[in-house]
Structures are given as C-alpha cells and as structure tokens.
C-alpha cells in the first residue's frame, strides 16, 4: 500500500473533487442525448436503402421520393450526431483525465478504429444525399451501403470500449501502472462484448423503427393514410417489429453474460442482498434495509433467468462490501423499465406480424395506431434505461474492480458551470433538431419520376386533405 | 523516426489536415458573417453549397487526432485535456453550435430565420478554431504541466502566445476558404462570385501574412524553448517554406488559377504545423519527452497497423468523395439517363424467402438460448439477424402499396 503523501506527489494521483456527481450527470446527460441520434446513425440508413431498393425493383416512384426526403433527415441527424458525439470524446479528457492517463493505452485502439468507421460514414452519407439525381441509380444505391456498415462496425469498435470497462482485460498492474498491455485482446477477447454489440445494435433498429413508425401512425389516425404515408409506415414499423421479440432472446443472452462476468450488477437487478439457491424476481417495488418491500415476487425465476437453471445459486450483494455496490434502487427501477417496455414493444410487434401472417395487410384497428404512437416514444425510454442499467450498475467502478469513478476525475475546477452551460446548449439543440424535423415533414411531398422517367402518380384519397394539414 | 515517435506523425497529417480542411470549412462560416443584402445571400449560399459534402468528413480529422493521442499518449492526453479545460469545453460548445446551425439551416425559410441560425453559424465557426488555438499555443509555451489539472487553468491559454495562435488559426481559416471558394466559384462558372472572393483570397493573405509574421516575434519573445527554436533549423525551414508558399498562393489568386493556388495555400498552413512540430520535438509536454510519454510497444503497433488499414479504406473512399467534389459532379443535376433496370417480383420467389426467414429464425432461437458462448451461440445471433433481415424484406415487399407499377414506362428516360 502506498502512503498517502506519495499517493498525492503522482501525476495522476486521486484528487478531491467536490463536484464528483455533477461530472457523472453531465457525462450521463451527453450519452443521453447522444445515444437516440445514433439509432438513427445505426438504422435510418438503411430503411433508406430498403426504399430506395424496392423503387429500383418495381419502379413505384413513390418510394424514391420517401428515401430522397428520408435521407434529408438523416443527414440532418448525422450532423447532430457528429457534434454530440465529439463532445463525448472531449467529456473523456475534460471529467475523467485519470482514467485516460491510466488506461487510454489499453482500450484506446477501439476508439482509433471508430475514426475510421466515422469518417467511411461521413464520406458516404455525404455522397449517398448530394448524389440523388448526379449518380446512375445503381452507383447511387451501392454509395448506401457503405453507410449501413459503417453503423455497424462504429457500434462495434464503440462498444469494445464500453464492454472493457465492464469486464477489463489485456493488461496487468504494476506499481499503479499498467503494464503487459494486449489491446487486441482487451477489445476483441472480451466475451463480454458481443452481446452488448448485438443488444445495442438491435436496439437501434427498435428505436428508430418506432419512433419513425409513431410519426406516421399520428398522421394515420389524424386521417393520413395515402400511398406515400403508407409505405413510410410499413418500413420501419416492419423492421421493428421483427427486431423487438428477438430483441428478448437477446435480452436473455445478455442478462445470462452480466450474471457470469459482473454479478454484483446482477443482484442489483434485482435487489438480492443475501446470496441464495432458487432466488425470486419480485415485479416493483422498492428496495429498502436489504430486502424489496411491496415487490410481487416470481419464486426461483431469477436463477432461472440468470442461469437457466431454476435452483442455481445466485450471489448477493452481501458478497462485496457496502463501498462497492452500485445504487441498487436506481439499476433496479432502471432494469425492470426496460424489460418491461421491450415486453410491451414485443406485445405491439406481435399484432402486427399476426396480422401480416393472417391476412397479409395492415392492422385496422385505431387502437394498433394509438400504441404505435406511444411505442415511438416508449423505445427510447427502453434504450435509456437500458444504458442506466449498464452505466449505473457498473458503479461506483469506471473500470470494473480496478479504477473507482471517484479516481477518474478532473482536478479541475468549474463543473457546475459547464454541466450548466451545456444543459443550456443541448436544450436549444434539442430544439433545434425538433424544429428541423418539422420544416422537413412540411415540405410539400412532389413525387419526382426520377431517373427512370417514371410519371409523377399520386393516388390515395387522403392525399389532397393531408397536403392542406401539412 | 523511432516507434515512439510514428503516432504522433500520424496526429501531425491528421492536425494539418484538419488545419486546412476544417480550417477552411471554419473559414467560409466567417465570410458568411460579413455578409449581407442580395449578394450577401448568393454568398452565404455559395459557402454552405460547398461546405456541404465534405464538412463533417473534414471535422473527423479532429477526432483522429484526439484518439490517437489518448491511444498513443494518454498522460499526455489527460494532462492538456484537464489543464486546458476551458478552452477545450469552449471548442468543444462551439462544435455544437455549428454543427446544429449547420444541420438546421437547410430548413430556415424566412430571412429573420436564416440570419439568426447563420449569425450562430459564423460566430461559433470564429470561436472554435480561435478556442483551439489557444490550446496550442498552450501546449507550445509549455504551460501544460504533466498531471491532472495541474496547470493554470486561466493563464495557460490566457496569454500572449495562446491568443495569437488563436488569432492565426482563425485568420489561416478565412484565408484557405477565400482561395477555395474563389476556385468553385470558377469552376461553377460564376465570374462575380469569381472576382468577390478572389478579392476576398488575396486581402485575406495579407492580412494572414502579417497576423503570422507578428504571430512568430510574439511565439519568439513569450514561448520559450519552442520560441527559440522556431527560428532555429529545421524549423526555420518549414516557416520559410510556409511564407514561400503563401507568397506563391497570392501570385495564383493574382492571376487568377485557382487549382494551383488551393494546393498552395494548403501547403502554406501545413508547413506551419510542420514548423511547430519541429520546434516541439522532442519533448511534447514539459519535462516529459515523446519516449517518455508513449505507450507500450504493443499499443504504438496495434495503432500504427491499426491506422495503416484504416487508411486502407480511407484513402480511396476520401479520393471518391473529393474526386465527385472538385469534378462539379455535386454542383448541378447531372440527369443520369439510363433506366434503373426492373425485375418484376415473383410470387415464388417471396414465398421461398419466408420459409428461408422462418428457416433462420427456428435455428437461431434455440441456439441463443441454449448456448452461453462459442461458435454455436455466434451462429444463433447470426441467425437471428438475418431473420430480421429477410423477414423484413418479404414483409415490406408483400405490404408495398399497390398502383403505379404499372405506369412505369421502361425506356422513358431517353427523352429527358
């Protein structure tokens, strides 16, 4: 153990920050607004593609027009999402400058890749939006793709990172320096990570899907139901459908991971606070004096869940000290909310598909719509607390049983000040970006033949009425 | 060269190119600000039209070099992030004020609108690149000590070598973008546009000229080590080489050959990062040296391949996008001709699609669910999205609504 003064000579030695919490808001504020752009970053591509593919096989222009005004917005949203993003990469070296003196070394390879795959899309996006009606339609569809991968392998290289700190390897301590350091198995040699790459990119498809599909099932039961709102719909709504229950199986997946590498986080799931055999899940309540009070429990579900197992036994908070625990109320409020909502997401998505599968068309019921309206907003309230989940629960450790949050932090003074402009500025992003949003689904809709010289066809009887309300 | 030192080469072409690039998208929001009535407009237009497909690839340069330098040199990263934090947060502030103003100015529709987000637009493109050079400045005058925050957080960035790095950087900006704007403008075949910016170009590399000139005597009396050897070989030269190259730049924009001259000017603002570099080296923060400050053998390697395969892809597909950019590809509608070739779907085909989904999605399940790791669960999590993915298809395809094939006519285009 070193002594104390020694401690405090190092460079990068813990420092006494008065504003620790505040850091960490102003950190989970810039995920916040970060992390639903990047569904869009994620999945709007291709929904763009899958349009403009369909255009390509049946020449219907309309599902040009909707990629061309579509890939308006998803420019718009990879610009914001460029600028939010950077801000997170500067937050890494402004809050928690010990974390990278110590560590950048180890995971910071993921990051170097991650440029590559930014720039790919940057390139490519910029391409694929100025390209529409300069490049032949083939070379204008293939400009797409490189976007779609680029989403995935940025997912990806993004989330090495993230699954490092969860479960960190490829180095050793020595003398409270790293050394023998492996990036390569640090980021690609950790179990931990493909399923949180599988569970977050899913989950952009489910987010994005929603909330675009929520905006047209407004318009659908404010009487918009014309051939441009309907293909719009089907799109992402379909995608989503399809993405939500398997995003269960892959929830179990995940949950099953957590139990194995960080069971510590596990039990704060739940709130076991004595390691038991056959342990319950209670639904709700509240976790208070070492036990859930008010909770409705499901006997040995938990071992179940965690080891598909229904008498496995699972640790309990009791085995780390109280200093190592995460705040057990807030990952546990987070983690049900989660799980609930992508249960409901599911419920929705299986109306659709049954319907699909029986009838072969839409829904009609007006109450599909209504829970299509909320499910828009309901997947992003699953994706944050799906990350709170993760993030909270990985506390109070910013590297999993090596780096505590708390010997991460700036020595430097000032953070209410920042968390307090930055608040401001993300409130006038976050209008902006609605603004933006709106002036675009304003536009009047001109279905353009496009290169193939298709003839301008709009049918529908709705059409005339929602070009009025627009 | 030694290993220690091949990252920070490469920060060195991701800072110069972010100093020309970026600097150049920065600088065109500054010849927006001034600009008002009817020609003020075409102006502003001219500078978003060209910004618009390279700006954010340009702004990627600047992440590069801060992932490599916390990749690379990660006390190095920590000590100028935690000791700079003022700037940096005001850099970073203005990144978003620009980027939003950027991404929202397409729908501006009324004139009080567009003044507004391109007011936002202009002062946060000054703020940024002033912000960042300061922070150089910091480094250069070796006000950035090793450690956390250990620095003066006001007079680190606050001082005669911040602010006129600062100064330059935003000057340098203003001046790249005259000479570039004054090119596409040519190229686009506007001579008024032409003859304003050129005028722009070449009072701006005058006014360029003299903030570097007295930028030098400020760096050579305040910054110390680096002041000194800034007028010492090698990095004499590269200063020499930067006033040549701008002197050589004004001559183009004088007569008028643009193409030249972009390529002038930015070899002009690499040299100077070439020159700072040169009389940095070889300590890269006080007391601490490049040797000192990198990270193990292991890491420089995996970055160096890392970025040597990335570059792989990077530098063809930045030649595409550059390529379409200074060819006009983007300027107007080209009106490809040839007919997106059609293939009726057929009903088999669909139908064997979903059997292959509900094929993908019955083998997936049970392998996600049973296996906890290994190639058996990599081949489940596959399955299952690729059922999402060809079930998706199908749906979409059976769902699209009806009409309008039929009207579509297959050789029409050849009349356009």
Redesign the interface.
């Given at each position: 153990m070193t002594l104390p003064h020694l401690l405090a000579a190092a460079?990068?030695?813990p420092?006494d920050q008065e504003y620790l919490f505040e850091a960490r808001q102003m950190q989970a504020l810039s995920f916040a607004v970060h992390i639903p752009i990047v569904c869009f970053g994620i999945a709007f591509p291709a929904f763009v593609l899958?349009l403009e593919g369909?255009?390509?096989?049946?020449?219907?222009?309309?599902?040009r027009t909707i990629a061309k005004r579509w890939s308006?917005v998803m420019?718009?949203?990879?610009?914001?999402g460029?600028?939010?993003?950077?801000?997170l990469?500067?937050?890494?070296?402004?809050l928690w400058?010990?974390f990278?003196?110590?560590?950048?070394?180890?995971f910071?390879?993921g990051?170097?890749?991650?440029?590559?795959s930014?720039?790919?899309e940057?390139?490519?996006?910029?391409?694929y939006v100025?390209?529409w009606?300069?490049?032949?339609?083939?070379a204008h569809f293939l400009s797409g793709i490189?976007v779609v991968v680029a989403g995935f392998t940025g997912s990806l290289m993004v989330l090495t990172v993230n699954a490092w700190m969860n479960n960190p390897g490829g180095f050793r301590v020595e003398g409270g320096r790293?050394?023998?350091?492996?990036?390569?198995e640090a980021l690609f040699g950790n179990?931990y990570l493909?399923h949180e790459l599988?569970h977050m990119y899913?989950a952009g498809?489910i987010v994005a899907g929603f909330l675009t599909a929520s905006v047209y099932a407004w318009g659908w039961l404010k009487g918009r139901r014309g051939?441009y709102e309907?293909?719009a719909l089907?799109?992402p709504l379909?995608?989503a459908a399809?993405?939500a229950p398997?995003q269960i199986?892959?929830g179990?997946?995940a949950a099953?991971?957590v139990a194995?590498d960080q069971p510590t986080k596990l039990a704060a799931f739940e709130g076991l606070y004595e390691t038991e055999e056959g342990a319950a899940v209670h639904l709700g309540g509240w976790y208070h004096g070492d036990e859930i009070r008010y909770g409705v429990p499901l006997p040995r579900l938990l071992s179940l869940l965690a080891f598909?197992d229904p008498d496995a036994r699972v640790e309990g908070l009791e085995e780390v000290p109280a200093t190592e625990r995460p705040p057990v109320n807030v990952v546990r409020v987070a983690f049900q909310t989660m799980v609930g909502v992508g249960f409901v997401l599911a419920g929705v998505a299986a109306v659709y598909l049954y319907v699909?599968l029986r009838r072969?068309?839409?829904p009609e019921s007006a109450w599909f719509y209504r829970a299509l309206v909320v499910a828009g907003p309901l997947s992003v309230v699953a994706l944050i607390a799906g990350w709170v989940t993760t993030e909270v629960g990985r506390q109070p450790w910013v590297v999993y049983s090596h780096m505590r949050t708390e010997e991460a932090v700036?020595?430097?003074?000032?953070i209410p000040l920042?968390y307090a402009?930055?608040v401001l500025?993300?409130a006038?992003?976050l209008a902006?970006?609605v603004?933006?949003l709106r002036?675009?689904a304003r536009a009047p809709v001109d279905v353009q033949?496009?290169?193939?010289?298709?003839?301008p066809?709009v049918?529908?009887a709705a059409r005339p009425e929602s070009e009025e309300r627009r | 060269m030694t290993l220690a030192e091949a990252p920070l080469l490469l920060m060195l072409v991701g800072l110069a190119a972010y100093a020309v690039l970026g600097g150049a998208d920065f600088g065109a929001a500054f010849w927006q600000l001034g600009a008002r009535g009817e020609q003020g407009a075409w102006l502003r237009e001219h500078a978003y039209r060209a910004m618009g497909p390279v700006w954010e690839a340009n702004h990627v340069w600047l992440v590069f070099v801060l992932v490599i330098c916390w990749t690379a040199y990660p006390q190095s990263f920590a000590s100028i992030f935690s000791t700079l934090t003022i700037p940096l947060f005001i850099a970073a502030l203005g990144v978003i004020l620009r980027g939003t103003a950027y991404a929202v100015h397409a729908g501006t529709a009324r004139e009080i609108e567009r003044r507004a987000i391109d007011s936002v637009f202009s002062l946060s493109s000054i703020l940024t690149p002033f912000a960042l050079g300061t922070a150089v400045g910091a480094i250069a005058s070796g006000r950035v000590p090793v450690g956390n925050a250990r620095g003066d957080l006001v007079t680190s960035w606050l001082n005669p070598t911040s602010i006129a790095t600062g100064v330059l950087a935003v000057a340098t900006g203003a001046y790249i973008a005259a000479v570039y704007l004054a090119g596409d403008a040519r190229r686009a075949g506007d001579d008024e546009l032409t003859a304003a910016f050129r005028r722009r170009a070449l009072a701006a590399g005058l006014a360029t000229g003299t903030v570097a000139l007295c930028a030098l005597a400020v760096v050579a009396a305040d910054a110390g080590r680096v002041g000194e050897r800034l007028l010492e070989w090698p990095a004499l030269a590269a200063v020499a080489a930067s006033a040549a190259a701008g002197l050589l730049t004004l001559e183009f924009v004088r007569r008028e050959r643009f193409e030249p001259a972009r390529y002038g000017a930015s070899a002009a603002v690499a040299s100077v990062v070439l020159g700072w570099a040169l009389a940095q080296r070889p300590e890269l923060l006080p007391g601490l040296t490049v040797e000192q400050a990198a990270a193990g053998r292991p890491t420089l390697i995996a970055t160096v391949v890392g970025v040597a395969v990335g570059g792989l892809v990077l530098v063809p597909s930045l030649a595409i996008l550059f390529g379409l950019v200074l060819r006009g590809r983007f300027d107007k509608d080209v009106g490809s001709a040839k007919a997106a070739r059609r293939r009726h779907p057929t009903p088999q085909r669909r139908i064997s699609l979903l059997g292959l989904a509900l094929v993908l999605g019955a083998v997936g399940l049970p392998l996600v669910l049973v296996f906890d790791g290994g190639a058996l669960l990599a081949a489940g999590v596959v399955s299952l999205l690729a059922f999402v993915a060809v079930a998706s298809l199908v749906i979409v395809s059976a769902l699209a609504p009806p009409g309008a094939t039929e009207n579509h006519p297959g050789n029409d285009a050849s009349r356009t």
């Open positions: 460079p990068f030695a420092v899958m369909v255009w390509l096989r049946t020449g219907d222009p309309i599902h308006k420019l718009a949203l990879f610009a914001v460029v600028v939010t993003g950077t801000i990469s500067f937050e890494l070296g402004l400058p010990n990278m003196a110590t560590y950048g070394e180890v910071g390879l990051f170097t890749l991650e440029a590559f930014f720039f790919l940057a390139i490519f996006i910029a391409i100025y390209g009606d300069r490049l032949s339609p083939r490189p790293v050394a023998d350091v492996r990036p390569l179990e493909w599988v899913i498809y051939r309907r293909a089907v799109v379909t995608v399809l993405a398997v199986v892959v179990d997946w099953r991971s194995r598909h699909f072969r068309r839409l700036t020595g430097a003074s000032g920042g402009s930055l500025v993300y006038g992003l902006a970006v603004w933006i002036r675009l033949p496009g290169p193939s010289g298709v003839a066809l049918s529908g | -």
